[in-house]
């Protein structure tokens, strides 16, 4: 794949915006109709929920596939009839409207049931990311303590490896058999004990709300610091169903949705799976990404759609090219992250119709989707928000002389922000002090109230917009948000080290930014670079290690004690302008070496895959 630079237009003139418009024309009424139609069942029905919509799916569309991946194909019905086993479980164990059920599987078809499940309830599903270990993996346990804590059997050994630092005092613990091959007596199989649940719609579903929290997505967000627990309440994920299923895409019963994404981010729960529920249409998952046998599992579930984060193209873009990529059923695709250079090759490769870019935080208040096609956008957004001039060198929004924020010109970059309202609400993080920190008050009048998203978009013109970069310490690595701070706290515990500061920086051919931590040591230590890694890789997912490593003897400081990083991320893992110890971990090593003049032009060049 090529590193050239790619000329990326920055701004839409009226013309491709007149164009644009004239091509969804025939299907403007419908898309606005549907549109109506969804925004007013939603604000009608305050009695609805997830679990509602898949009965009245089940009941619709009883032998259509709901789930399909190579764990085998569920129809509606039998869906419906596990979730059904999964609520009448968590009710005999207690469970209510409101309390917190704790699920931690890999992408298999029991996911999705107990997630079901717990929507019929009303419980609210702590979905856990099988990606953390460490301090992180144990908070986001602790963070909402589950109520029942329900651990597939793929992740029961490195949940018994944190199980001491996690409090069980107050839960029910129960192992969901996988394969049968992990036999432990640390967590109870309740495989059977479900079996026996009653299949039954449970009468607990009518009573839940469209206000009610459905889910618990951890997320480290733009802040830094371990995961926070951002709340997803029934009303988004229905008005998903509306927007994605209805307006944004075309849906059918007989479509399929790949998402080979983990259904414990908001890609999954909150893009990819509620169109395709509402339309009584298929999700095909598998357990992890494959970049390899993506063509297969899209020719095998017949896949219309596919849900993606900008990494999974990348990575699909680098595997061999066939004549007959572009053979396939797959003609949408929707996410996130697409980069501008391999937009157009992407589509070009895969035959892809229609690229419906979007942007939005799992906690935000708006979303932004490239309802129109626009090459190389993000889209619109259909509530308010605001692109403001952001002084990066300061850390703050640019103000006018009477103290309010100032909007970015067409072609201009600078901070995002979105209003908070009735219409638009904040659910904000399970931790208040949390939620506080994400909102701007006073932005262009007295009283007004905006959710700060973090991210720096370019304004394109015509209220359309382009992802630029994210602020704040976190980074974006293989389609994961990377907290700096959880990083320097396991860096800091390695022997010999006196204190850490972790950054992003960008590398040519790479989605995101890598990792890179400047290190000062203790004196006259000797730090041992093959256990560091191990230290890392034990503490940390995999996609949090710092790809780069450089020694300092001591760090540049604001007047408020915060470690100065513009410089640092400036001078990147250049040996030319590296004056200290420079070191990179390579693809396939167990140890950082020396970036030498050779490996720096093959890292520029694109030749390794990190």
Same mark, same amino acid.
């Given at each position: 794949?090529?590193?050239?630079?790619? #000329?990326?237009?920055?701004?839409?003139?009226?013309?491709?915006?007149? =164009?644009?418009?004239?091509?969804?024309?025939?299907? $403007?009424?419908?898309?606005?109709?549907?549109?109506?139609?969804?925004?007013?069942?939603?604000?009608?029905?305050?009695?609805?929920?997830?679990?509602?919509?898949?009965?009245?799916?089940?009941?619709?569309?009883?032998?259509?596939?709901?789930?399909?991946?190579?764990?085998?194909?569920?129809?509606?019905?039998?869906? +419906?009839?596990?979730? +059904?086993?999964?609520? %009448?479980?968590?009710?005999?164990?207690?469970?209510? *409207?409101?309390?917190?059920?704790?699920?931690?599987?890999?992408?298999?078809?029991?996911?999705?049931?107990?997630?079901?499940?717990?929507?019929?309830?009303?419980?609210?599903?702590?979905?856990?990311?099988?990606?953390? *270990?460490?301090?992180?993996?144990?908070?986001?346990?602790?963070?909402?303590?589950? #109520?029942?804590?329900?651990?597939?059997?793929?992740?029961?050994?490195?949940?018994?490896?944190?199980?001491?630092?996690?409090?069980?005092?107050?839960?029910?613990?129960?192992?969901?058999?996988?394969?049968?091959?992990?036999?432990?007596?640390?967590?109870?199989?309740?495989?059977?004990?479900?079996?026996?649940?009653?299949?039954?719609?449970?009468?607990?579903?009518?009573?839940?709300?469209?206000?009610?929290?459905?889910?618990?997505?951890?997320?480290?967000?733009?802040?830094?610091?371990?995961?926070?627990?951002?709340?997803?309440?029934?009303?988004?994920?229905?008005?998903?169903?509306?927007?994605?299923?209805?307006?944004?895409?075309?849906?059918?019963?007989?479509?399929?949705?790949?998402?080979?994404?983990?259904?414990?981010?908001?890609?999954?729960?909150?893009?990819?799976?509620?169109?395709? $529920?509402? +339309?009584?249409?298929?999700?095909? $998952?598998?357990?992890?990404?494959?970049?390899?046998?993506?063509?297969?599992?899209?020719?095998?579930?017949?896949?219309? %759609?596919?849900?993606?984060?900008?990494?999974?193209?990348?990575?699909?873009?680098?595997?061999?090219?066939?004549?007959?990529?572009?053979?396939?059923?797959?003609?949408?695709?929707?996410?996130?992250?697409?980069?501008?250079?391999?937009?157009?090759?992407?589509?070009?490769?895969?035959?892809?119709?229609?690229?419906?870019?979007?942007?939005?935080?799992?906690?935000?208040?708006?979303?932004?989707? +490239?309802?129109?096609?626009?090459?190389?956008?993000?889209?619109?957004?259909?509530?308010?928000?605001?692109?403001?001039?952001?002084?990066?060198?300061?850390? *703050?929004?640019?103000?006018?002389?009477?103290?309010?924020? #100032?909007?970015?010109?067409?072609?201009?970059?600078?901070?995002?922000?979105?209003?908070?309202?009735?219409?638009?609400?904040?659910?904000?993080?399970?931790?208040?002090?949390?939620?506080?920190?994400?909102?701007?008050?006073? &932005?262009?009048?007295?009283?007004?109230?905006?959710?700060?998203?973090?991210?720096?978009?370019?304004?394109?013109?015509?209220?359309?917009?382009?992802?630029?970069?994210? =602020?704040?310490?976190?980074?974006?690595?293989?389609?994961?948000?990377?907290?700096?701070?959880?990083?320097?706290?396991?860096?800091?515990?390695?022997?010999?080290?006196?204190?850490?500061?972790?950054?992003?920086?960008?590398?040519?051919?790479?989605?995101?930014?890598?990792?890179?931590?400047?290190?000062?040591?203790?004196?006259?230590?000797?730090?041992?670079?093959?256990?560091?890694?191990? %230290?890392?890789?034990?503490?940390?997912?995999?996609?949090?290690?710092?790809?780069?490593?450089?020694?300092?003897?001591?760090?540049?400081?604001?007047?408020?004690?915060?470690?100065?990083?513009?410089?640092? #991320?400036?001078?990147?893992?250049?040996?030319?302008?590296?004056?200290?110890?420079?070191?990179?971990?390579?693809?396939?090593?167990?140890?950082?070496?020396? &970036?030498?003049?050779?490996?720096?032009?093959?890292?520029?060049?694109?030749?390794?895959?990190?």
């Amino acid at each position: 794949m090529s590193t050239q630079p790619v #000329k990326i237009p920055t701004t839409l003139s009226a013309s491709e915006f007149l =164009l644009k418009i004239i091509e969804i024309a025939p299907r $403007l009424p419908s898309m606005i109709f549907n549109l109506i139609k969804g925004l007013k069942s939603i604000g009608s029905n305050t009695n609805n929920s997830w679990g509602l919509e898949l009965e009245r799916i089940a009941a619709q569309y009883p032998q259509n596939a709901a789930v399909k991946s190579p764990d085998g194909t569920l129809t509606y019905q039998e869906l +419906n009839e596990r979730a +059904n086993r999964f609520a %009448h479980y968590l009710i005999s164990k207690g469970v209510r *409207r409101g309390d917190v059920v704790t699920l931690c599987f890999e992408n298999r078809p029991e996911l999705l049931a107990a997630y079901c499940g717990c929507s019929k309830v009303g419980a609210i599903a702590s979905l856990i990311n099988t990606n953390q *270990r460490g301090d992180s993996l144990v908070h986001s346990f602790n963070l909402n303590r589950g #109520k029942v804590v329900l651990i597939g059997e793929e992740c029961c050994e490195f949940f018994i490896e944190a199980r001491s630092g996690i409090d069980l005092s107050q839960s029910t613990l129960g192992m969901v058999r996988d394969a049968g091959q992990f036999k432990t007596k640390d967590v109870p199989d309740i495989t059977d004990e479900l079996a026996r649940q009653n299949g039954a719609n449970p009468s607990t579903t009518k009573s839940v709300t469209l206000k009610d929290t459905m889910a618990y997505v951890y997320t480290s967000g733009t802040t830094g610091g371990l995961p926070k627990a951002a709340v997803i309440i029934n009303k988004r994920t229905l008005s998903a169903m509306f927007w994605f299923g209805k307006f944004v895409m075309p849906v059918k019963p007989t479509d399929t949705i790949y998402i080979p994404l983990p259904f414990f981010h908001t890609n999954a729960i909150t893009v990819g799976w509620p169109p395709a $529920l509402y +339309n009584g249409a298929a999700v095909a $998952l598998r357990r992890k990404f494959s970049a390899s046998k993506f063509l297969d599992d899209v020719r095998q579930f017949q896949a219309t %759609h596919f849900v993606y984060v900008g990494e999974v193209c990348r990575y699909l873009m680098a595997t061999p090219a066939k004549p007959d990529d572009h053979q396939t059923t797959l003609k949408y695709i929707c996410g996130n992250g697409l980069r501008p250079d391999i937009w157009m090759p992407f589509k070009k490769r895969f035959g892809i119709d229609k690229i419906y870019e979007f942007y939005g935080a799992a906690e935000g208040v708006g979303v932004f989707t +490239n309802f129109l096609n626009i090459d190389y956008s993000v889209g619109t957004s259909v509530t308010p928000f605001a692109i403001v001039a952001y002084d990066t060198e300061n850390d *703050r929004p640019v103000k006018d002389e009477k103290g309010f924020l #100032k909007k970015v010109g067409k072609g201009e970059t600078g901070l995002l922000i979105m209003e908070i309202s009735e219409k638009t609400p904040f659910a904000g993080y399970s931790d208040k002090k949390k939620t506080e920190e994400k909102i701007f008050r006073d &932005v262009f009048r007295k009283g007004d109230l905006w959710f700060n998203t973090g991210d720096m978009l370019r304004n394109m013109g015509f209220r359309h917009a382009q992802f630029a970069d994210r =602020l704040g310490d976190t980074f974006r690595w293989k389609g994961e948000n990377v907290a700096t701070q959880e990083v320097e706290k396991a860096i800091d515990t390695f022997p010999g080290v006196k204190q850490s500061a972790v950054y992003g920086i960008s590398m040519p051919g790479s989605d995101g930014k890598a990792g890179m931590a400047a290190v000062i040591r203790d004196e006259n230590a000797a730090i041992d670079l093959s256990r560091l890694v191990a %230290h890392l890789k034990t503490g940390l997912p995999k996609y949090a290690v710092p790809i780069f490593i450089r020694f300092v003897p001591d760090f540049e400081w604001t007047a408020t004690h915060k470690i100065k990083k513009t410089n640092l #991320k400036n001078e990147g893992y250049d040996p030319a302008r590296v004056r200290e110890e420079l070191y990179v971990l390579l693809p396939g090593s167990e140890t950082y070496v020396p &970036v030498s003049e050779e490996i720096y032009r093959n890292i520029t060049a694109g030749t390794y895959k990190f």
